[in-house]
């Protein structure tokens, strides 16, 4: 997530390059917008597309084909992909051969209508579509436009090895489950990515060995929700009759996959993300405090701090349920650091509701967050049953008022590593001077420090002599 432990929105739009394939002629270049899970499904077509003939590149004016991996999660980063698109367009007036395709959520989100908005876009591809490309770039090359959209009950892309494009060789990621079945009344995600369903354990114990053996340190767990994973033999959790057929089922939870993991490769860091605070059980948390390889480290999105608007979410928890698992992290992990998403300004927030906020925050004191003005999502239970009524001034300032206070929790939390030892894992070299590391301890803190002997992938031990808001600074021990 970067050393900036406030960030209002997450980094967006990166351009993606990997090692030549010999053979392959043709060039590819793609951008990746959004969650992480973008960034790994981004990996999964350039593998896909490499056996088609495809090497990335970083110079967009080269490319035979362009791909914009896209969110839609909020409504700006919609607008950030469509302003792509012109600087695509204007290339494309000088590289008439080019082709351009829309994947992921605003793919499936918009569909064919992506095809009559933008003339420039020849082909648009859903998440679960990905393996069509060869099939799709055919149709386009005959002069047809080319539209895959369709959901999968499957996890999609188990026996797909990514490429891991412009990668550190340090962290990876992993997907380990796909789509949500929470129904969040203000997010498309189950719209744009499907039904919750999980990953073969064996795929994924196999796909974290070949990282393992190619010399990579930390692996990261992904999913849009890994706390509901739950494998017993694939398809959608809704296809059994009710819980008991689950049960009957041989299944592997989060917890037992974590456990696994963590067994089997002791020498490796693993984080994941992104947690549900309803489905985190006390197992994850015991099972994180029985291995020193998973990161003391939990995002942990609460949206609101007020139980009236949690209802109006459709979030399955409370305030006070949310409080209670804080606490039980706080007594299982005490040196766990914690992180939040949050919501201001959605449907009918009161000032009262939106102090019970500020007062959540002040009671976790989050380590880091980040922190959004509601924006209406089209198709959304939200947008369809409910009335987007607080003025714009307003959700301004709630959001300032979330913003500072996280700031000055951040600063608490970053003051308390002063002194304290830890193991960092170095990513590379700093921003500011080449004559300084960079890396992560367990709780997620970027730590700065003088280079040695050491070499990207080391762990070091260092001590932390002092901070800024968003970085530590130490000296190896």
């Not at 766990?336 to 019970?356: P, V």
């Not at 003025?391 to 709630?398: L, T, V």
């Not at 709780?443 to 762990?459: R, S």
Request: glycine share 6%; hydrophobic share 35%.
């Amino acid at each position: 997530m970067g050393s900036e432990k406030v960030i209002e929105e997450k980094k967006q739009g990166q351009a993606l390059l990997t090692d030549k394939i010999d053979g392959n002629h043709k060039k590819l270049y793609i951008e990746s917008y959004g969650c992480q899970m973008n960034l790994n499904d981004t990996e999964i077509v350039a593998s896909i597309l490499s056996k088609e003939g495809y090497n990335t590149t970083h110079l967009l004016e080269e490319a035979d084909l362009v791909l914009v991996n896209t969110c839609s999660i909020r409504e700006k980063a919609e607008q950030t992909v469509r302003k792509r698109l012109q600087k695509y367009n204007a290339v494309k007036k000088i590289n008439p051969t080019m082709k351009v395709g829309v994947l992921g959520c605003m793919a499936e989100r918009l569909k064919t209508k992506f095809l009559e908005e933008e003339k420039i876009v020849d082909l648009v591809v859903g998440p679960d579509a990905y393996r069509d490309l060869p099939n799709l770039l055919e149709e386009v090359s005959e002069g047809r436009d080319a539209v895959n959209v369709i959901l999968s009950k499957e996890e999609t892309y188990g026996d797909v090895s990514p490429v891991r494009l412009n990668s550190n060789g340090v962290s990876a990621f992993v997907s380990i489950t796909r789509g949500c079945d929470n129904m969040c009344t203000f997010c498309v995600v189950p719209f744009t990515r499907g039904r919750e369903r999980s990953r073969d354990p064996k795929s994924i114990l196999e796909e974290i060995r070949g990282l393992v053996a190619n010399n990579y340190k930390e692996i990261t767990l992904l999913g849009q929700n890994v706390d509901s994973y739950l494998w017993y033999g694939g398809g959608l959790k809704k296809d059994f009759k009710n819980a008991s057929e689950i049960a009957q089922a041989t299944a592997v939870d989060f917890a037992q996959l974590l456990d696994l993991a963590a067994t089997e490769f002791p020498k490796t860091r693993f984080r994941f993300s992104t947690s549900n605070p309803q489905d985190m059980s006390l197992d994850v948390i015991h099972t994180m405090a029985k291995h020193e390889n998973i990161c003391k480290y939990i995002h942990l999105p609460v949206q609101s701090g007020s139980t009236s608007v949690l209802n109006r979410m459709n979030r399955q928890h409370t305030r006070e349920e949310y409080i209670e698992l804080v606490d039980n992290i706080r007594k299982i992990l005490p040196d766990c650091a914690l992180s939040q998403d949050m919501i201001t300004g959605f449907c009918g927030e009161t000032e009262e509701e939106h102090k019970d906020t500020l007062s959540l925050m002040e009671y976790v004191k989050y380590d880091f967050g980040f922190m959004f003005a509601y924006s209406e999502r089209p198709g959304t239970p939200a947008e369809k049953r409910m009335i987007d009524d607080v003025p714009i001034e307003d959700k301004k300032r709630r959001l300032n008022e979330i913003i500072q206070l996280q700031r000055s929790h951040g600063m608490l939390r970053m003051q308390e590593f002063i002194g304290k030892k830890y193991e960092v894992l170095i990513e590379g070299t700093s921003k500011k001077s080449d004559l300084h590391w960079k890396g992560r301890n367990s709780q997620n803190a970027m730590v700065i420090f003088e280079k040695g002997d050491e070499q990207i992938g080391d762990f070091v031990n260092i001590i932390v002599e002092n901070c800024t808001s968003g970085t530590l600074l130490g000296k190896r021990i």
